[in-house]
């Protein structure tokens, strides 16, 4: 088919979009070229007005205020919005509040207009599976008068950028598992507490669930069904795929454990596609919503190196928005070990679980005694290299300051000394050893799930229950929380790989678990 009737792109001076490089995917094989006449859509962001704090204010903004003070400037609105348009693309959406740019064009159009070619290709997903999608390799560019404007370009290849952070195995395989309530008990969330008033949004990027599985679920708890909402993003929608080793055993995972640990907040499910551009508009999606949620729960991440630096960066600064907004993000560390999955021999911090601006959440292996709440033994979650719980140091976003500098690790593979290693992973932890896991029910089936996708449902259902005792939201938790390290339970034994386990802080299991109750008593009375 040919393009050859739509508008056609102006010839023009053109620059290159920094951080736009893109690399082939792995195991890739081409199919030629993508069909020139097929529509698509992308996600172009747009550069702050003014920067934001380098410390988060004391109180959350509103979504007007981020627009006014730290979103795009109307000028760069228009003026990108009139280049683009005169290039013959559709600007579906413009949102100052998250400098976003929504266009849709042909394949051809748009492929002239940010100077790539785009294939049709099959690649290795990041979960292992075969998957087709477009394609392109190399830098982007963009309008000559949009440089400095515009800072990423996004969703022109669609290849899968992310995979859940979970293992599940049979029911009767697992050693011991506990339900989220009896989790509750044993990590002492603070009685009187269930989330009442609060909203707790969770990013999915596959699968869906039933409204079936979850009325048994809850019933078999002796709970009643928490109010679960999906909503849509870039065409995505909730799409139980009967598949319980699949994407719906991460959905049905999340729902549950925030359910069950917080059963009165609202819970919205936000899924979007499986793309740089998917999780970015479902990270806006979910932190613009009215009214604000006081948590996100991130399940899905893949190592530093396997995203553009444009992407990592608008994602980054998407969360920067969410903490302004009083958002608290919780995202899974890894299940991979200290390497992250990767190949080439080195250690690998995960993304999003990196940025300074989400609470990174780590894995344990938990011997407890959920009647009592008793813990016999909770040790560093390590299986092997493909079952254990992501942690180390980041090669891309710097130490922040309410970080302890950590100590050098024994036999790490990162060639850097203590004073130049960058964001430590994870945060906090809680169980993630799917031989000592949760107990849920997907698409029919009775399972044990374990991984650091666990650990974030499970501290986002905390942070709601703590915004309900305190009456407030906390943004960015992190200087909050590593001001109460007495406050948790310190995990000495164990390694994730490279790095080992001691006290304090460390990059297998952070902080450590939560005592619930001493957090709330700590936040409560400003000690």
Known sequence: MSDQHEPQAQSGPSVPLAG???????????????DPSLRIEVTVVLRRRNPLPAQPAPEPITREALAEDYGASEEDVRLATETFTRLGAEVVEADRASRRLRLAGTVGLLGRIFGTGLEEATSTAPDGTAVRHRHRTGGLSIPAELDGIVIAVLGLDDRPQT?????AIPLAAASTSYTPPELGTIYSFPAGTDGTGQ????????????????????GGLGLATPSVTAAGVDGASNQPGQDPQGADGEVLL????VGALAPK??????????????FLDALVEASHATPPPCAISISWGQ????WTAQARAALDQALADAVALGITVTAAAGDRGSTDGATDGKDHADFPASSPHALACGGTRLEADPATGTIASETVWNDGPSSATGGGYSDVFPAPVWQDRPPAPPGGTTASTPASRGRGVPDVSAVADPQTGYRV???????????????????????ARLAQAANRRFGLAQPLLYAQKSRFRDITSGSNGSYQAGPGWDPCTGLGTPDGTALLQAITTGT
């Open 303 to 306: 190592s530093e190196d396997a």
């Open 199 to 218: 909203s707790v949004a969770i990013l999915e990027l596959g699968g869906g669930f039933a409204q079936s599985d979850l009325d048994a679920y809850f």
């Open 254 to 257: 999340d729902i549950e454990v």
């Open 441 to 463: 029910r997907v698409d029919g089936a009775d399972m044990v799930i374990g991984g650091t996708s666990a650990v974030a449902p499970l501290w986002a259902a905390l942070i």
């Open 265 to 278: 907040a609202a819970i919205v499910v936000y899924f979007a596609p499986n793309t740089d551009a998917g």
């Open 20 to 34: 736009s490089d893109r690399p082939p995917a792995s195991g890739l094989l081409s199919h030629g070229p993508a």
């Open 163 to 167: 995979r859940a952070q979970f293992r």
